[in-house]
Structure formats: structure tokens, C-alpha cells
């Protein structure tokens, strides 16, 4: 009672030596509330609607205070927003801001982060020669739900999981490029490299630093056989290094890029299909190589025009040559025939002479 003595002497105080405005009809509220509360045990279970009540009577006696306030909300979210290009995820109560250009990173990663997990929980839980019930029958993982974890071991002995185990584990073993990073992924190499030289290196480049030894050695042959192609490749300079790149090791496989770390795919980055670098490659190549058959068609068409022309003037030569042979063959002829003549009347005229004799 004491204390609500002095509560109510504090109120009488505050109306007192203060005009009655609108900040003091909410401090007066909030007094009479604390003194009703103490006057009443019960209303301390009921904090929570006091407490918006209070709000509703302060929004209520200062409007100007409650729009200037949404006001300057507003154009802080408004602000914030503008100076961040990005997105906002909530986890729980917890938010989380990161670029938009890292989203697919992000995911990515994630999956990969989950399914290393199931990975070395198989590794750890996983026995061939235990049953699934055997299996559940051990403590499962901390912080895994019971029917994730089921679904997870009954997983585990489906044909698909197996078939597919057999074929990753076969791929893993015949790894043909392996590269020389270590625990350092090809992305780390490449940022770093983009911090030594303010460049990024391409994928060409990329491949050729993180598959040799530091003594200047190849991981192996294949490796080897593929560089030196590449260097070949380059030194005829009819291609660039992106280019090279993708003659010397063909297209893509789904889901992933080479030498480009993870997140890239060949649909979002290298085109709508994992072989569309090569095909266009391949057409540009195809393309080259039509445009200079139709060049080769159309000189060899001209110089044909050009020996059609020859024929024509040699035969019309030939023509003209015809014209005089004959000309010539039937004055010839005409020749020969005024010679016979001649030659008829000159024995005719010695037989008539002696004719003329033999009468006299």
C-alpha cells in the first residue's frame, strides 16, 4: 500500500506542475495502470494487454507522433532497400541478406553441403550386412527427424541407390583429369588468381595451372595429350582460348561446367544445351568452310564461262577456216577445169591440119 501511496502522490505531482497535453495523458495512463496492478494482483498475469493497450492509447492521443513515425519507418525501408540490390531470406527470426548475382551459388552450395551430409551419414550408418531394422535399431544422428531418418536407410537398400552408388564410385575411380589444387577448389584458385592479376582467367588457363605439378610436370598422359593439343590448337591462331577450350574436350556434361567452379551450368551459362558451344563451334567451322566451296564453285564457274568463250571464237575461226578451204577448192577446181579445156583444144587443132593436107 505504501507503494501506491507514493504512485498516486507521483500522478497528483504530474497534473500538477505540467499542462495537460498529449504526452502526459500517456504518462498519466501508464501510472494508473502500474497502480492498478498494484491495488490488484490479478492484473499481473495480464501484462501482455495492458502493454497494447498502452500502444493504442498512445496512438490514439499523439497522432502526430504515431504518422511521423510510420513516416520515418517508411522511408527507411524505402532507402534500405535502394541501397541494397539484393535479396532478404528469413530463417526463423533470423534475416539474412545476400547479392542477388549469389543466389546460385548459394543454392548450389547448399545441395552440395546436403548431400555431403547424407554421404557421410551412409558412411557411418551403412552396412551391407545389416538390415534396415538392425540399422534403425542404432541411435540415429542428432538433430535428424525419425522419418527423415527412415526414409533415408530404407534409401539405402533400393536397386536405384545401389545401381547408382556403383556407377559414382566407377566414375570417381576412372577420374581422367584430376587437378593439383589439393583442398583448394578450382573457384578459390580462380578468385585468387582474379586478385593477383585484377583478371580473371579463362577457362583454358584455368585448366592448364591447376592440372600441372609445380615441377612443370602433367598429372598424367590424358592430361598432357589435352594440353599439347590445346597449344597446337593456338598456335595455328584461328581460335580463341574459349574456343580451344571446347574443341579440345568436347561439350559439356549436365549440370555442371568445366573450370568454372560451382553454380555455372551449360544451360544458364554456356547456352540451351550442354553441346551448344561445340555445335555453334562446329557450324561456325562448317559455315567457313561452305562459304569458301562456294567460292572455289563460283571461280571455277567463271573460268568456265571464260573457256566457252575460247570454244566459240575457235570455232567460229574454225568456221572462217572452212569458208576459205572451200573457196579455195572450188577455185581449184574451176583451175583444173579451164586447164583441161585448154589442153582438149590444143590436140584438136593438129588433126584438122593434116586433115586439110591429104585432100590437096
Not at 494487454?49 to 519507418?73: D, F, K, M
Amino acid at each position: 500500500m505504501v507503494t501506491k501511496g507514493r504512485n498516486l502522490k507521483r500522478l497528483k505531482i504530474v497534473r500538477e506542475s505540467h499542462p495537460r497535453n498529449n504526452n502526459q495523458d500517456v504518462e498519466e495512463q501508464s501510472l494508473r495502470g502500474q497502480v492498478q496492478r498494484e491495488s490488484n494482483p490479478q492484473h499481473h498475469n495480464q501484462t501482455e494487454g495492458e502493454q497494447s493497450l498502452r500502444g493504442q492509447v498512445q496512438r490514439e492521443s499523439n497522432p502526430q507522433h504515431n504518422n511521423q513515425a510510420a513516416r520515418e519507418q517508411i522511408e527507411e525501408e524505402v532507402i534500405e532497400e535502394t541501397e541494397y540490390d539484393g535479396f532478404t531470406t528469413y530463417v526463423g527470426n533470423t534475416k539474412f541478406r545476400y547479392p542477388a548475382a549469389t543466389t546460385k551459388w548459394i543454392l548450389s552450395t547448399v545441395n552440395r553441403r546436403w548431400s555431403d551430409y547424407k554421404t557421410k551419414l551412409k558412411s557411418k550408418y551403412y552396412d551391407p550386412e545389416l538390415s534396415i531394422e538392425e540399422i534403425l535399431a542404432i541411435p540415429k544422428p542428432e538433430g535428424v527427424i525419425d522419418t527423415h531418418w527412415q526414409t533415408l536407410v530404407n534409401r539405402w537398400y533400393t536397386e536405384e541407390f545401389q545401381r547408382l552408388s556403383r556407377i559414382n564410385a566407377e566414375n570417381a575411380s576412372n577420374m581422367k583429369t584430376p587437378h593439383t589444387c589439393g583442398r583448394m577448389s578450382i573457384a578459390r584458385w580462380k578468385a585468387i588468381k582474379t586478385m593477383e592479376t585484377g583478371k580473371e582467367p579463362d577457362r583454358l588457363e584455368t585448366f592448364e595451372n591447376t592440372h600441372t605439378r609445380k615441377n612443370g610436370t602433367y598429372v598424367n598422359g590424358y592430361t598432357a595429350t589435352l594440353i599439347e593439343k590445346a597449344h597446337t590448337l593456338r598456335q595455328e591462331g584461328s581460335f580463341d582460348n574459349e574456343q580451344i577450350f571446347q574443341k579440345v574436350h568436347g561439350p559439356e556434361h549436365p549440370g555442371r561446367v568445366r573450370c568454372a567452379g560451382l553454380g555455372p551450368t551449360p544451360s544458364t551459362d554456356l547456352g540451351p544445351s550442354s553441346s551448344s558451344a561445340s555445335i555453334n563451334s562446329t557450324t561456325t567451322s562448317n559455315s567457313n568452310e561452305v562459304d569458301a566451296l562456294r567460292s572455289e564453285v563460283i571461280e571455277l564457274r567463271n573460268e568456265l564461262m571464260e573457256a566457252k568463250s575460247e570454244v566459240v571464237e575457235l570455232r567460229s575461226g574454225m568456221d572462217q577456216l572452212q569458208m576459205e578451204v572451200d573457196t579455195l577448192k572450188t577455185l581449184f577446181l574451176q583451175h583444173l577445169r579451164r586447164e583441161k579445156g585448154s589442153m582438149e583444144s590444143s590436140f584438136r587443132a593438129p588433126s584438122s591440119s593434116s586433115q586439110s593436107a591429104t585432100r590437096v
